[in-house]
């Protein structure tokens, strides 16, 4: 038993029933910590701290989420425009994901470096492998959820990787997707089960501290703490250690929260699912990209062993291989500071899973092949290889007596952050490859930059424009008329642009239906009853609605402006357009059903502006990206605030960071 005491009553009586208080003073007070611990190891606080936010997160999106096929899709935009603060939760739950795997694959890939996963540690780094397991399993689920086209055809590439396996694998499909496609009982059971995981890897964590308590920390040095000198109590050093590493690490998420919410998603993921219509590249989340590469490796069947089979097992093997690791590097030295060969094919390790993250996102064609299938054997050659070759001829630096040494100062967190921006900075850039350059605007848009907001007048003029040309076509169901409040107009204005349009009424005590004028509260209605009827009235091509477009395309408001001036009168020497399409620039494949529908003064506009036909695609696509976002101005405002909350807080903590542990050194 402990010999806690407190001076309070009240904790006494409960510690004598239940010793809660000695164990929080024994784990994260006194718990010995090793002195020297430098900023790599605040990754596993933060990864806590992460999943603690997509709890929260998490459960209140449930709160106003529907998992039914037909509901899905607009419930997530109901939370993001009509749910107070709902399109903070998604955002902050959706680059929540990205986050947890960049912390996690930080974790992860310290541990290697500093040999932690080797003895007595051997548990601690099991556990920690589950977890990252269960982690990819609740991320593949979430990301299904939206029901938009990535998520769709997503499920159902991964969903069918199982079909590879002889046998029994067609019935594992049929079991996993509740019936014969990825359909409605397939998006509940994942909706079930993406609720329960995250308390599935509470557990796990709670394991994986225990059995950091009960082992002790590894540290930079890789040797062992030999009495008090080397450690010191976890309160107040590292927690106020991890305090600062959560400052600056909130104002990195929150960077991407408030100024770039999409960066790490796909543009398709804002189509709704169809399943007629496959996008034409596939891509899972970036943190799969390096399995998808080895998944995509194998290419040549061979008896009994198909190709695709080879590959299913490869990628499963790729993570189950970490369970064998601190058999298969049985370097009696942990860290990599004494190993200098392992040093360096940690590196190359570390490349290799950069290059494989890099060909996972590309479509698989001409000499990616090549680098991928190099890369993958690369991969495992280094664990069934190299490390038990290493093992065997390196010869380690001698090891310094203690702990007791300088602590490593080190900027690295701020090189983590660099290296993670370059690194998907490159990811996004490559997403938009292949499309001529597009036009931009004179003067930028203004909702650009970190203060940028939506200009108002244009956002009026953008209106007009849509009301008195795109809306003969195109409907923008998720907009309702009382929204138009936002942009200026007066609630009297509002009713006007709804009366002129006609709704189905409830049905009269006799039963009739009759319509009747719009009322503000009603959505946008559209120009034809149906899809059918408007792709019939479209020469067969369905105008898409307006209402997500700009975020349903790679730079989404520049392919739009493109778009609106992209057109040609007669179509270029050798590029035949067929009967009833035109040319136009930007349109994949140049041949578009829709006319050229703006040109000078289309519109006659109310404030007096000349509308030049460069104006009024300024104005419409200002129009369509309120539409598409219309929380940006309160993003970016509530962001900035935010930052200056957080660049505050974190100044304070490693001022007191310096301060209490200014006589450790
Ligand atoms: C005469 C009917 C018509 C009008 C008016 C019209 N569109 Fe379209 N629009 C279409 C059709 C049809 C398509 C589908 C084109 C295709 O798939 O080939 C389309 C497609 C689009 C697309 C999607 C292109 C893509 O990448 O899939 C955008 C964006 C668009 N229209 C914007 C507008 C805007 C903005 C306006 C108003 C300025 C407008 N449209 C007015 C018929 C129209």
Redesign the pocket.
């Known amino acids: 038993m402990s010999d806690f005491k407190s001076n309070n009553k009240v904790v006494n009586w409960i510690e004598e029933r239940l010793p809660v208080f000695s164990m929080m003073q024994h784990s994260a007070i006194e718990y010995p910590t090793p002195r020297n611990l430098n900023y790599w190891w605040n990754f596993g606080s933060l990864a806590a701290v992460m999943l603690i936010i997509m709890i929260l997160t998490g459960l209140f999106l449930a709160m106003n989420y529907s998992s039914h096929t037909s509901l899905a899709f607009d419930s997530v935009e109901r939370i993001m425009r009509d749910v107070n603060y709902g399109w903070l939760l998604r955002y902050l739950h959706a680059n929540g994901a990205s986050m947890f795997f960049i912390l996690v694959y930080i974790h992860i890939f310290r541990g290697l470096y500093y040999g932690s996963y080797k003895s007595p540690r051997e548990i601690l780094w099991f556990i920690g492998i589950a977890i990252f397991l269960a982690m990819m399993a609740t991320g593949f689920m979430g990301y299904v959820l939206p029901w938009g086209q990535m998520s769709f055809w997503g499920a159902t590439v991964i969903t069918n990787l199982f079909s590879a396996f002889p046998v029994v694998g067609d019935y594992i499909v049929t079991l996993l997707w509740g019936g014969f496609s990825v359909d409605n009982p397939t998006l509940n059971r994942f909706f079930a089960l993406h609720f329960l995981l995250p308390f599935v890897i509470v557990g796990l964590v709670v394991l994986h501290v225990w059995a950091l308590h009960t082992v002790k920390s590894n540290n930079p040095l890789g040797i062992d703490m030999k009495g008090p000198q080397d450690s010191i109590p976890f309160h107040p050093f590292y927690t106020i250690k991890d305090l600062y590493g959560i400052g600056l690490f909130l104002m990195f998420y929150m960077a991407f929260v408030f100024w770039a919410p999409n960066f790490f998603g796909e543009p398709d993921n804002y189509i709704p699912a169809n399943p007629m219509v496959t996008p034409p590249h596939i891509v899972p989340e970036w943190y799969y990209l390096p399995f998808y590469a080895i998944l995509r490796a194998f290419t040549f069947d061979l008896p009994l062993l198909p190709a695709k089979l080879q590959g299913v097992l490869a990628m499963f093997s790729a993570i189950l291989i970490l369970f064998a690791l601190p058999w298969l590097d049985s370097s009696k030295v942990r860290s990599a500071k004494f190993r200098p060969l392992y040093r360096q094919f940690f590196w190359l390790f570390f490349v290799d899973c950069m290059v494989l993250g890099y060909v996972g996102g590309k479509p698989a064609e001409g000499v990616l092949i090549k680098v991928g299938q190099f890369c993958t054997a690369y991969y495992f050659a280094h664990f069934l290889l190299i490390l038990p070759l290493l093992s065997r001829i390196e010869k380690p630096k001698p090891l310094p007596a203690s702990i007791a040494q300088p602590v490593v100062k080190a900027a690295a967190l701020l090189a983590m952050i660099g290296f993670g921006i370059a690194g998907f900075g490159g990811q996004a850039q490559a997403s938009s490859a292949g499309m001529p350059e597009f036009k931009k605007p004179a003067a930028a848009f203004s909702w650009e930059g970190m203060f940028g907001k939506h200009d108002q007048a244009a956002l009026k003029r953008g209106w007009q ?2 009301h008195d ?2 809306a ?3 409907s923008m169901k998720l907009v309702a008329y009382r929204n138009l409040a936002d942009i200026g107009f007066t609630a009297d204005e509002v009713k006007a642009f709804a009366a002129e349009k006609e709704v189905p009424d409830e049905p009269n005590d006799e039963g009739v239906v009759n319509n009747r004028p719009a009322r503000p509260s009603d959505r946008i209605v559209p120009p034809f009853a149906n899809d059918k009827a408007a792709a019939a009235a ?2 067969g ?4 609605d ?1 209402s997500l ?1 700009n975020k349903a ?1 790679p730079s989404g408001p520049y ?2 402006y493109s ?2 001036l992209g057109y040609e009168d007669a179509a270029p020497e050798g590029h035949p357009i067929p009967e009833g ?1 035109f040319f136009n620039h930007y ?2 494949g140049n041949a ?4 050229a ?2 040109s000078d003064d289309i519109v006659a506009y109310a404030d007096g502006t000349k509308a030049t036909k460069e104006q009024v695609a300024y104005d ?1 696509v200002t129009f ?1 990206n309120w539409a598409a976002e219309p929380e940006l101005d309160a993003r970016k405002s509530m962001g900035v605030k935010v930052m200056v909350f957080l660049a505050l807080l974190t100044a304070l903590m490693y001022a007191l960071k310096r301060q209490i542990w200014k006589d450790v050194h």
């Not at 578009?592 to 006319?595: A, D, E, R």
């Open positions: 424009v849509f040309v795109c003969n076509c195109h479209n020469g091509a369905l105008p898409p307006l477009m395309r392919y739009v778009l609106m399409k349109f994949p578009i059903s829709m006319p529908v703006i419409i369509l």
